[in-house]
């Protein structure tokens, strides 16, 4: 690790960027539905068929939407929300705000009406889109009586003014309006694991500066690129890797039409470049291991001509084998998970990012991946750790601010640079290890700080896991609180129990004393999105999961077992 006496300032990869040349994402879009008019630019599966739309084509859609949000005679630059799950009219109604010369306000499907009004009005939104939801009536409520709503094709409800009416009756808009890089592109709300949701406010610059410069490192297949969108569209890593990536680079979108057929829509993409979470790329190896036992997988891989046939088919199975990189992100990704996808030809690539700087910091670059790095810096990044331990960086794609929150604002920033709130350190080849969140440490009862997501880390080997939450706050030691996988629940209690125990034997010897856990606590309920317990990117929520069992953790530390189990 390099040290200095108070701080760390690593600046790794520098490249000329000619800022100047930068082009945004209509003047991109204009240049491909000009030069490759009739190719596929969205695939949207709809009732078990596909809805395909060519550059053209969506220029046409988009045209004549910007055209009547222009015929509403609203300020420039007003905000027009945007919540749907992903589809190609998401992708559509987003680029014609831009044309349009509005701010697009981007909210998550599954919020409650709470939220949605707080967004809304926070916000001051003139306008917003429905689209695709899963229960929208517990959603309604949330719209302020003065916001407009229009609903997409196929999916939204009917009592709105409806975009394919707009579509018939609105001209096309014939002029290619572009947006000056200094203006205000989104406000995007982050989901937030405390508190309420703060308005990240981007400018044009950012978004275009980060998918210019990541193209340089970054190779998703120009023309021939396919993307698969399912993670939330409302989150900056989709939006910049899906939608801004796939405009820039001129590829294809394809979507997933629901969880049911998630896994055929995923083969038939074949995508170029994929990004997961932690936990699609634990169901994705518990569907693997459903069908072929780990000591049967692991004979397979040790012969050397059948590894590749297995490798092969596995990657087929997965729609993954024409995939140039496998990202993982938006939380750490266990060693041992990507230690288990190496041996099958799968090289996972951690990347890190936030909202606030457009989820361009860190990666790991292809072919030098390191577990249980976020990699190394993005091109431009400048990286320093303070004293505290906690991750700040620099780069022309910060945010401008948090909207109308100048005190919160003032506070994310210290010399230029952005804080984190994530604690780590770069080695001495530039790789950035993040060992927990600044807030996220807790003080046991012998006066002793524990961070909790390296212990997480360790534990997630054991593979019997869905999620992990490691609490502590005023006991002797800490304690895990844990989720079981669906395959887990197979098993009979006595089974898990020993494998619980066997884990918690093998890593205690590897902490500090006032780390080692104490207990692990199997709970009844699944953390889900839909519980407010993880985050629309599966982020476990630390505060609300304490809040629901704080009060027994006494209890449980008490107890005989080393494996307790909720009642």
């Not at 109604?93 to 707080?118: E, F, K």
């Not at 947006?179 to 989901?191: A, G």
């Not at 794609?397 to 640079?417: H, I, Q, S, W």
């Not at 009979?492 to 500090?512: H, Q, V």
Request: aromatic share 10%; with cysteine.
């Amino acid at each position: 690790m390099i040290s200095l006496s108070l701080i760390q300032i690593v600046i790794l990869t520098t490249f000329n960027m000619d800022t100047a040349n930068l082009k945004s994402p209509l003047a991109i879009f204009y240049q491909w539905e000009k030069e490759q008019a009739n190719n596929l630019f969205m695939r949207q599966p709809y009732e078990g068929k596909n809805i395909d739309f060519t550059w053209k084509e969506t220029g046409q859609e988009i045209r004549k939407m910007a055209q009547y949000l222009i015929n509403q005679n609203l300020p420039a630059g007003s905000k027009i929300g945007l919540v749907s799950k992903n589809c190609a009219w998401w992708v559509m109604c987003d680029l014609a705000i831009m044309m349009a010369g509005h701010v697009s306000v981007p909210i998550y499907p599954n919020v409650n009406a709470t939220t949605l009004n707080y967004v809304l009005t926070h916000s001051q939104a003139k306008f917003l889109f429905v689209g695709k939801l899963d229960d929208w009536a517990s959603m309604a409520d949330g719209v302020p009586a003065e916001v407009t709503c229009i609903s997409f094709p196929k999916y939204a409800p009917k009592e709105y003014t409806q975009w394919e009416e707009i579509c018939k009756i609105t001209p096309a808009l014939s002029s290619n309006p572009d947006r000056d890089l200094d203006q205000i592109m989104t406000i995007i709300y982050t989901s937030g694991t405390t508190g309420k949701p703060k308005g990240v406010v981007h400018r044009f610059h950012a978004l275009a500066y980060a998918i210019t410069a990541a193209q340089t490192v970054i190779h998703a297949g120009g023309k021939e690129a396919r993307m698969f969108s399912y993670l939330p569209l409302a989150h900056i890593a989709e939006r910049m890797l899906i939608e801004i990536g796939a405009i820039y680079e001129g590829g294809t979108i394809f979507f997933a039409e629901s969880l049911d057929t998630f896994a055929k829509n995923l083969a038939d993409t074949k995508p170029t470049v994929f990004l997961g979470v932690p936990r699609i790329w634990t169901k994705f190896q518990m569907g693997i291991l459903s069908k072929l036992s780990q000591p049967k997988l692991s004979m397979l891989l040790s012969l050397p001509i059948i590894s590749g046939i297995i490798k092969k088919k596995i990657k087929t199975g997965l729609g993954l084998n024409d995939c140039n990189h496998y990202f993982t992100g938006a939380a750490p990704t266990p060693p041992a998970l990507m230690k288990w996808y190496k041996k099958l030809g799968i090289n996972l690539q951690e990347v890190y990012g936030m909202t606030e700087n457009t989820a361009y910091s860190h990666f790991n670059r292809k072919g030098k991946e390191r577990f249980g790095s976020a990699g190394q810096a993005m091109p431009n990044v400048d990286v320093r750790i303070e004293e505290n331990g906690e991750i700040l960086v620099k780069s022309d794609c910060l945010m401008v601010e948090y909207y109308k929150e100048p005190e919160l604002t003032d506070n994310a920033f210290r010399d230029g640079f952005l804080r984190t709130g994530d604690e780590g350190y770069v080695d001495e080849n530039g790789y950035l290890y993040i060992t927990g969140r600044v807030k996220d440490i807790f003080k046991t009862e012998k006066g002793k700080y524990v961070s909790p997501s390296p212990i997480e880390m360790k534990f997630a080997k054991n593979s019997l896991l869905e999620q992990i939450c490691v609490v502590g706050n005023n006991l002797p030691q800490p304690i895990a609180l844990v989720v079981l996988s669906e395959e887990a629940k197979k098993l009979s209690k006595e089974e898990l129990s020993m494998s619980l125990s066997e884990t918690l034997t093998e890593i205690n010897p590897s902490l500090e004393k006032h780390e080692k856990l104490k207990k692990v606590v199997v709970v009844k309920e699944e953390w889900t999105i839909e519980n407010s317990l993880l985050t629309p990117t599966m982020k476990i929520k630390r505060n609300p999961i304490e809040k629901l069992y704080n009060s027994r953790y006494v209890k449980w530390y008490e107890m005989k077992d080393a494996v307790v189990w909720e009642s």
